[in-house]
């Protein structure tokens, strides 16, 4: 799933970038870096924050942005 493609799931909601990461207790710029970095990718990231960025995005957005993602949780 690419950023645009999240962001458009994100629009849906009524939410963007930023008030998701708001919402989560995240640091909106580590939430945008997640997404340049991660999305679009078929490898899970490794660091702990950024996995969970990752997981609540997705269920926010009701769609794995990485396959897999959830089999993990």
């Known amino acids: 799933m690419t950023k645009q493609e999240i962001y458009q799931r994100l629009l849906m909601r009524g939410l963007n970038f930023r008030q998701f990461a708001l919402n989560h207790h995240y640091p909106p710029r580590q939430v945008l870096f997640a997404v340049d970095r991660w999305a679009g990718r078929n ?4 660091g702990r924050q950024t996995f969970h960025i990752l997981v609540d995005l997705s269920k926010t957005i009701d769609a794995e942005i990485i396959p897999g993602l959830f089999k993990e949780v």
Not at 43 to 46: E, V
């Open 43 to 46: 490898q899970l990231p490794h």
